[in-house]
């Protein structure tokens, strides 16, 4: 079958890279697609959230399943403009209808529905620039660190966490008042610091039944030991070394299945991805987030993993029938390096030529911000090569990721050197 993957970053390349090894796909198209997916599909100058275009590629190249990468077309009704439109309504697409991407995009709308059904997590207030004096005294009467987040869709970027009350202030009247995130952050929510160490938790749903995936840990920080600007994600590491049986069975119980039996009492019908972000809290979780789509760059660590068929996962998600599957996962580690433009996630600079060698072995080259030229591989976002490296032991994967990461050339190129070093402690005790 011929398969349209929506996107262009390195979660759309790994799961292109994933899709095309099954033997029920003929052609895969990835709109936009970067340098990476064009040396193994076919990409189509689209825009993701170009519904009439995706319908117009849709017909004229007979897709027979539809993959939605990002969040931004399903917070924007794709999957809706697909169930309403006559032609398009038979066709598979594999994400939830915009009612049900609200868990993504209003974090307001995702911890009422938390609190609701009684899924754990940090307490919170939100606020508008109408309770913006209401929110500074709320502030003032919590205690540090103080953690800020943007209602709406902020590109990863829309949580501020800091121990300084002045700046928490200041920061929510930049918000509210000031326009900091634009529309997303017309609302604020004020959140309970939760403690512990982060991870995600991945669940392919066809609204009854579910697969969960492999875990993983990204880093967000630009800086080594976590430090400086939140960034979309500078590497990532699965299995979570902390991340034991016992826990994934907390999650489930206590996280996954209440999740999904609350959206089927909301009336949604949730086919697709759901990324559960977790704080480990002494073994037990609590969600700090939901994503309505598969992360990035955990994707480029999740999908080597996986050893089942990914278009039949997906076929079977949209036929309801997910509980026939036997999802199989490689127990190696994999270790993804993500090298980006200098000044990211600030200002940077498009369109440096790139160097960029063969493979090692064990080794998988995922494009993010990339683009192909006439001269060559030229840059084209702030997080621009995913570099993921397979090995039996945490370190040797690690090793191999960083190997290939500096391999990797382009003007003012950088990338944390300490992905996945803080978990060696968790390998050694076990």
Request: with cysteine; aromatic share 6%; hydrophobic share 40%.
């Amino acid at each position: 079958m011929n398969i349209l993957v929506l996107g262009s970053g390195g979660r759309e390349h790994a799961l292109t890279w994933k899709l095309v090894q099954s033997p029920r796909c003929t052609q895969v198209f990835v709109a936009p697609g970067n340098a990476g997916t064009a040396t193994i599909a076919t990409n189509l100058p689209l825009d993701a959230n170009n519904f009439e275009g995706i319908k117009k590629a849709v017909l004229e190249n007979d897709i027979k399943l539809v993959v939605v990468g990002p969040e931004d077309p399903l917070v924007n009704g794709i999957v809706d403009f697909f169930k309403a439109d006559k032609q398009l309504k038979r066709i598979p697409i594999i994400g939830p209808d915009a009612k049900g991407a609200q868990l993504e995009g209003s974090k307001d709308f995702s911890k009422e529905f938390m609190l609701k059904y009684g899924i754990p997590t940090a307490a919170a207030e939100t606020f508008t620039p109408e309770t913006l004096e209401k929110g500074l005294s709320y502030l003032a009467n919590q205690k540090g660190p103080y953690v800020l987040k943007a209602d709406g869709l902020a590109a990863g970027k829309g949580v501020i966490i800091t121990e300084d009350l002045q700046e928490a202030q200041n920061t929510l009247r930049d918000m509210l008042e000031g326009g900091k995130f634009g529309k997303a952050g017309s609302k604020v929510l004020v959140e309970q610091h939760l403690k512990g160490i982060e991870l995600s938790v991945f669940v392919l749903s066809d609204g009854k039944n579910y697969l969960i995936l492999p875990e993983a840990k990204d880093y967000k920080r630009i800086g080594e030991g976590d430090t400086g600007l939140n960034t979309g994600g500078m590497g990532a590491v699965s299995p979570v070394p902390f991340a034991d049986a016992d826990f994934i069975n907390k999650v489930e119980e206590q996280v996954v299945k209440p999740t999904l039996k609350g959206l089927q009492e909301e009336g949604i019908h949730y086919v697709g991805f759901l990324f559960i972000g977790l704080m480990n809290d002494n073994g037990q979780p609590q969600v700090i987030e939901y994503n309505v789509r598969m992360g990035d760059p955990e994707t480029e660590v999740v999908m080597p993993r996986i050893k089942t068929d990914l278009v039949r996962m997906f076929m079977s998600a949209h036929k309801g029938t997910l509980d026939k599957i036997k999802l199989q996962v490689n127990p190696k580690y994999a270790v993804t390096t993500m090298v980006v433009a200098g000044g990211y996630p600030e200002d940077y600079k498009k369109g440096d030529l790139m160097e960029i060698p063969e493979a090692d072995k064990d080794a998988i080259i995922f494009h993010a911000g990339t683009k192909p030229t006439e001269q060559g591989v030229v840059t084209n976002g702030g997080r621009v090569i995913a570099l993921t490296a397979m090995g039996r032991t945490l370190a040797s994967a690690v090793q191999k990721s960083q190997r290939m990461a500096k391999k990797i050339k382009f003007k003012n190129r950088y990338f944390r050197k300490d992905i996945g070093q803080d978990l060696m402690k968790y390998v050694n005790k076990s």
